[in-house]
């Protein structure tokens, strides 16, 4: 086990920067998720640490020594790839034993750390078979077998679920964090499913155009969002973002979201916002769930306004509503049964406590 | 069960009809249907693969005039000539040793171009292909030059390094070696084709994990690059050690058998015996001792590679 650590790591190709300057420190027995779109150099960073990929500029250090230059089988880490990478012409035992036998184990050490792991894993019936002879779902548990046997300083997991059908990868996701629980090996995870990194991490990084966005813990990107993009990114459904002003009424701050609707802001929003220039183009930035039916009783801070619905998308437990603000379009959480229909007018509640307010040029969350 | 059922009563139904109503039937199977769109294939099977090799089996077991039948008489006349058994030894030798250089050096220059960057492979591909899409008979009369005691280029740049003159196609072993090098130089791009599509094929997350499990590249090569090309290198081997057994045109002119018949091959013997020899049936008999020979590799391999079939 070993901590990780990154210092100002760049990657180029040819004209192409994929990673930007990367600091990131990884803790001891942390279980860190790099999550972000396509193309935001995740998947490049994590690779950039297993040692599949050379490093442009900076450095890389596992255990406090720079292994920039380190070659992968030298590194003592184990990686779980996205389409399993088992070795076909091999059994179950035999792909989870092969690194310890490339490194002349003894035998009777091999047998009993790949019983061991597959013990773990619930593989046992399945060890002398082929890859072929697996589901999905088994294929990745041997994998993640083959990692755990090494006992490697770091786990280095690449979009590992992204194979398995929605079912099985929640299932999976649970077994993953059980694993972690148990071996509590350093863990660096890429995905690009931000519930998959709000549920697994103990904190998340999110990059974006080969930066880190925000470092985090799930609580902390989810309610403290530090740019548009995290606060776009993380939740679903995504945040709202309403184009608004601010302006003075009478002593009071008051946000303008359109000519007909304004709200005075918290005595506790407007301390905070009293000092920003009053020409700035802002965002409301506000989560479904703050968006809900209105009520009879409705605690200071939550402003109500009438709309009409565009369209209304009952989940079970909770409907989506969908409207305009102004040509914005808005969603809402309302309770199912609010009475929330298609092209209905509804009056809804907007709770401007979580409110979060943007710059709409920089995307700062003030 | 239903169709007597309904026919009992039908005594009145002519005869012709019902034939002509099965007849039908049998033309609407898709069996049928099958079976006449591949007849014209299978026609030209027969006329140009199992004719023929009914025939020569028929012809071995004549006497020379073609007059009599004399039922394994050639195969005893044959076996009791050293000959023959020269040229069992030297076939072995040409197709084991050719296809054992064809495989190593296919597999080694497939490796070379697939870590050439994409862009310029395909310029390497196109070169290495050369000498296996020029007409050998042609190929192999520029290697006659280069072979030539007096005039060759091999000999002319040998002599400024003091070696030689190197009697290419005089000497037994040299001819051996020689009818060799340009049967691999011919063939082996067949194999750097098919072993870099087979390379291609591995996924490089494989080589990926083995690298993170710390498998060095001779490793890689030996745990990983091998196994996942066993069928395409069994499936290449069998198909060259057929051809190359096979093999007339190089030895035909590169050597025609000589010095000494030391570089006769089965079907260069065939046509010396058979048709330089008039003697038909015997050189069929010749030609024919090659079958059983490639029929038990030909099992084994095919065994084996069925065996795996199903893993990747």
Not at chain 1, 26 to 40: K, M, N, R, T, Y
Not at chain 1, 103 to 131: F, G, S
Not at chain 1, 339 to 344: I, R, V, W
Not at chain 2, 135 to 150: R, Y
């Amino acid at each position: 086990m070993a901590d990780v650590a990154l210092r100002k790591v760049v990657k180029r190709y040819d004209d192409v920067e994929a990673v930007r300057g990367i600091d990131l420190d990884i803790a001891d027995h942390e279980f860190i998720v790099l999550v972000g779109p396509s193309g935001c150099g995740k998947s490049t960073t994590l690779r950039m640490i297993a040692g599949l990929e050379d490093i442009s500029d900076g450095d890389i250090m596992i255990g406090g020594d720079v292994v920039n230059d380190v070659p992968p089988k030298d590194r003592d880490i184990a990686m779980v790839f996205q389409n399993y990478a088992l070795y076909p012409h091999m059994t179950v035992a035999e792909n989870m034993s092969f690194g310890l036998r490339l490194k002349h184990y003894p035998k009777a050490e091999i047998k009993a750390r790949v019983t061991e792991a597959a013990r773990l894993l619930d593989i046992t019936d399945l060890i002398d078979r082929k890859p072929k002879q697996l589901s999905g779902g088994q294929r990745q548990r041997v994998a993640m077998g083959r990692a755990i046997v090494r006992n490697p300083k770091v786990f280095l997991f690449d979009e590992p679920l992204s194979n398995l059908d929605a079912k099985l990868r929640v299932q999976m996701r649970i077994e993953i964090k059980k694993v972690h629980q148990k071996v509590r090996t350093t863990t660096v995870y890429v995905t690009h499913d931000q519930v998959e990194a709000m549920t697994l991490a103990d904190r998340v990084v999110v990059m974006n155009k080969g930066r880190i966005e925000q470092i985090g813990t799930p609580n902390e990107l989810y309610h403290k969002p530090a740019t548009r993009f995290v606060a776009g990114f993380i939740g679903s459904p995504a945040m709202n973002f309403i184009p608004c002003r601010l302006e003075d009424v009478g002593g009071t701050l008051q946000i303008r979201l359109t000519d007909r609707i304004a709200f005075p802001l918290p005595p506790a929003r407007a301390a905070r916002y009293n000092a920003l220039p009053r020409t700035d183009k802002l965002l409301l930035g506000l989560r479904p769930e703050h968006l809900t039916e209105s009520h009879a009783h409705l605690e200071p801070g939550v402003e109500t306004f009438d709309t009409v619905l565009d369209v209304t998308e009952p989940m079970g437990m909770e409907t989506l509503v969908y409207f305009g603000l102004d040509g914005t379009p808005v969603c809402g959480r309302v309770n199912p049964n609010a009475g929330a229909k298609d092209g209905a007018p509804m009056r809804l509640a907007m709770d401007l406590n979580n409110m979060h307010l943007l710059n709409e040029e920089s995307g700062v969350v003030l | 069960m239903a169709d007597a059922v309904v026919r009992q009563p039908g005594v009145a139904r002519p005869a012709s009809a019902r034939k002509r109503a099965s007849l039908h039937n049998i033309l609407r199977r898709k069996s049928t249907a099958a079976f006449l769109m591949t007849l014209p294939l299978i026609l030209l099977i027969t006329l140009l693969v199992v004719y023929p090799a009914f025939y020569s089996l028929h012809l071995a077991t004549l006497n020379k005039s073609m007059q009599r039948f004399v039922g394994f008489g050639n195969f005893e006349f044959l076996f009791r000539r050293d000959t023959f058994w020269l040229v069992v030894k030297q076939s072995c030798i040409f197709a084991i040793t050719a296809v054992v250089f064809k495989a190593l050096i296919g597999f080694i220059v497939a490796h070379f171009v697939h870590n050439i960057p994409a862009k310029g492979q395909r310029k390497w591909r196109g070169m290495l292909l050369v000498p296996w899409v020029i007409p050998p008979a042609m190929s192999t009369l520029a290697w006659l030059w280069l072979f030539d005691p007096s005039y060759s280029a091999f000999n002319y740049t040998l002599a400024f390094f003091g070696i030689g003159p190197i009697p290419w196609t005089g000497d037994a072993a040299w001819a051996r070696f020689a009818v060799i090098l340009v049967n691999v130089w011919y063939g082996a791009p067949f194999f750097m084709i098919m072993y870099l599509a087979a390379l291609k094929s591995v996924p490089d997350q494989l080589y990926e994990a083995a690298a993170i499990d710390g498998a060095n590249w001779w490793q890689r090569i030996w745990y990983v690059t091998l196994p996942m090309m066993r069928n395409i290198i069994a499936i290449t081997t069998l198909f060259s050690l057929i051809v190359t057994f096979a093999n007339f045109d190089i030895v035909r002119i590169l050597t025609a058998g000589g010095p000494l018949d030391h570089t006769h091959i089965f079907a260069t013997w065939a046509f010396r015996v058979g048709i330089e020899g008039s003697d038909i049936p015997l050189g069929a008999s010749v030609s024919l001792f090659m079958v059983p020979i490639l029929a038990v590799a030909a099992i084994f391999i095919l065994r084996d590679v069925n065996k795996r079939g199903n893993e990747a």
